[in-house]
């Protein structure tokens, strides 16, 4: 049985997965990324083989993706998380045909073909506004933290607009709106509908077509999936749970069993030619 | 040589003592790091210790004569400079190169006692024009032969080599032998051996040497005396061939394109952070020569006959014997490579030019290709580094 693993070096959050042969998740494992990013990779991916029972030596392959994939020098190869995305939304759901991955720091739409392959995308420009660091700024500008999100915004009755131009500038929108007494969940589903709207241009620009995978560490909430599904007017798919976060990781790791099959197969080939 | 103002053998030609008494990655550090100084530190060393310089530019030139008068021959290959004076000689519609190389020395970064361009293009053809009104020394072009077949081209390079070489002596106020011309060869061919071995780490064991490391130590020998580059070489090679670095899963590419105007050494390093590029036509002038120079017999007619019969291939030399798309399939071959990145410096029809048979030989060929542009002074390399990875997965994972 050959096993892989893929390592999501992301801007905010390292993520490792472990698979088998079966495309079976045998672990997964997150840390903060922080500075030093190979040794946050490397630490994450002990920890994860630790999870899932293995040594070192039981991983055949390991593909590393993410914005420092480049600083993993113990990988075989590395990968555009664009790919990892798109193969790792194909794989759990196979009529995938448009990608949206909104991460701490980035946002990015893709758009597939029926072999997972990217045929077209976007990212967003280099700017906070439209990612998930401009979620966490507004929570904190209201005394909350990262975790809280999810239960405030559930008790939102009505967002108030917040123009998400730029994550500095909303600060002082923020205030203006805590000083009118508007409730800090209506200001936090303020924010979201504000990054839906970024996730919308993005999603037009690439032509999206559906069926839609959302994935990345902002679908964590609720609101934010459910209010880009009412957008699109079409169902969209969420992984379940945390696995959301870890779908660039796992499509590194079903990359890395895809590449073992081939070198595989040219072996065999090379073996009955020579 | 003789009644030279400069003796090369001597201990002062030591013009880039930064990698000595370091450790492999620390000298490896030192070159990046020089070839990357606007200043031209090492040109500028040489000439506080009396020597000459003569400047060439792309694509080939016969170092040896330069070398054999006693004067330092230095590789003008552009910079990274913004370009203030040289924009006004030059229309926006021209290379980076040209106007660079220009920009080098009308800045002061650089200081010449002689200039030697060749026609290879119309804007090169005018840079020796332009020059010589701007500076007070000797420049001139090099004709090199427009039709590489006829039986003459050999004599006639011959003396036009010897033509060039009357210039240089009166430049360096030297008297140069047959004897020194076929020590400055023996010299080269040392050299190029070097070279040539470097090359074979690249296409054999890729992993051994980063893309830009290579790159830088090849680039060196256009700026540094060819003695010091031999030993540097001679040190640094078996370091490299010792080295533990673990072999990754990537695609083997050749990069084609650079043979006048150079990308910069960040786009190396980016192309050499994806795939192992196991050859390449980067500063082939200065490896033009792809074998040793005769060393008998009379040296001027050898490194003529050299330039014709034992040499590689740009867009701007026409042979029919040495059909361009066949040589670069050669080269893919020769380094199994997986695909090529066929690029071309912007504004350079004969790079544009040759990208179109080149993409139609490796179409027939069923080797895949990438095509792009790129321009020494540009600085951002995302969109270019996202499409190179993408068409590199497309191939790891077809």
């Not at chain 1, 037009?204 to 559906?210: F, L, N, S, T």
């Not at chain 2, 047959?178 to 061919?189: E, G, H, L, P, R």
Request: net charge negative.
């Amino acid at each position: 049985m050959s096993i892989t693993a893929g390592i999501d070096v992301g801007s905010t959050y390292t993520k490792v997965v472990i698979v088998n042969d079966q495309g079976e998740i045998l672990a997964r494992e997150l840390r903060p990324t922080g500075f030093k990013l190979l040794q946050v990779a490397t630490a994450t991916l002990e920890s994860c083989i630790k999870k899932a029972g293995l040594n070192r030596e039981d991983i055949n392959y390991i593909i590393a993706t993410g914005i420092g994939r480049h600083q993993v020098t113990f990988k075989d190869v590395h990968v555009t998380d664009l790919t990892a995305s798109a193969r790792g939304a194909g794989y759990l759901f196979p009529n995938t045909r448009s990608v949206l991955d909104v991460g701490g720091q980035t946002m990015k739409a893709s758009r597939v073909d029926e072999n997972s392959k990217v045929s077209s995308f976007r990212m967003n420009d280099k700017c906070a506004a439209g990612t998930g660091a401009f979620l966490e700024k507004t929570a904190r500008y209201m005394g909350f933290e990262t975790e809280e999100i999810g239960p405030l915004l559930s008790t939102s009755r009505e967002p108030v607009p917040i123009s998400g131009v730029c994550a500095v500038f909303a600060e002082s929108e923020v205030i203006n709106h805590l000083s009118l007494g508007t409730p800090p969940a209506d200001i936090m589903l303020g924010a979201i509908t504000s990054l839906v709207e970024r996730c919308l241009q993005l999603l037009r620009r690439i032509k999206a077509e559906p069926e839609f995978t959302l994935i990345g560490g902002i679908l964590r909430f609720e609101a934010m999936a459910k209010s880009i599904g009412d957008q699109v007017d079409v169902k969209v798919n969420v992984p379940a749970d945390d696995i959301v976060q870890f779908v660039t990781a796992f499509g590194a790791a079903i990359l890395g069993q895809r590449r073992l099959k081939k070198l595989a197969e040219e072996q065999a080939l090379e073996a009955s030619a020579g | 040589m003789t009644n030279n103002t400069f003796n090369s053998a001597d201990n002062s030609t030591n013009v880039f003592p930064e990698w000595r008494n370091k450790d492999l990655k620390d000298a490896l550090c030192a070159c990046r790091d020089l070839l990357e100084d606007t200043s031209f530190p090492t040109v500028a060393r040489w000439r506080e210790n009396g020597g000459k310089v003569i400047g060439h530019f792309q694509v080939y030139f016969p170092e040896e004569l330069a070398h054999a008068a006693g004067a330092l021959p230095v590789k003008m290959r552009g910079t990274q400079l913004d370009s203030t004076h040289a924009d006004s000689h030059f229309g926006s519609y021209l290379c980076s190169i040209i106007k660079t190389t220009l920009e080098v020395s009308l800045s002061k970064n650089i200081t010449l006692d002689m200039f030697v361009s060749h026609p290879i293009c119309d804007a090169a053809r005018n840079l020796a024009a332009i020059w010589g009104r701007n500076h007070d020394y000797p420049c001139q072009i090099l004709y090199l032969p427009q039709n590489p077949n006829s039986s003459h081209s050999v004599e006639y390079l011959k003396d036009e080599y010897s033509r060039l070489l009357e210039t240089i002596t009166a430049v360096t106020g030297s008297k140069v032998t047959d004897a020194d011309i076929t020590n400055s060869i023996n010299v080269f061919n040392e050299n190029r051996e070097l070279m040539r071995d470097l090359y074979d780490i690249k296409r054999e064991t890729p992993w051994l040497i980063s893309a830009e490391d290579a790159y830088a130590l090849v680039a060196l020998s256009g700026i540094i005396p060819r003695e010091e580059h031999n030993e540097l070489l001679r040190w640094a090679l078996p370091l490299i061939k010792e080295r533990s670095e673990r072999q990754q899963d990537r695609i083997r590419v050749v990069f084609e394109g650079a043979f006048c105007e150079q990308p910069p050494l960040d786009m190396v390093r980016m192309l050499g952070q994806s795939c192992y590029v196991v050859d390449d036509d980067f500063l082939i002038g200065l490896r033009w020569i792809t074998d040793d120079v005769p060393n008998t017999g009379n040296p001027i007619y050898n490194l003529a006959e050299s330039y014709i019969e034992r040499s590689s291939y740009s867009p701007v030399q026409h042979d029919n014997r040495k059909l361009k798309e066949e040589m670069l399939l050669t080269r893919v071959r020769k380094s199994r490579a997986e695909a090529v990145i066929v690029a071309a410096a912007k504004m350079c029809e004969p790079g544009l030019e040759e990208q179109v048979a080149y993409t139609y030989a490796l179409d027939e060929a069923g080797i895949p290709y990438f095509v792009s542009e790129f321009e020494e002074n540009m600085t951002s390399f995302e969109g270019i580094g996202l499409q190179v990875e993408t068409f590199l997965e497309n191939i790891l994972f077809a």
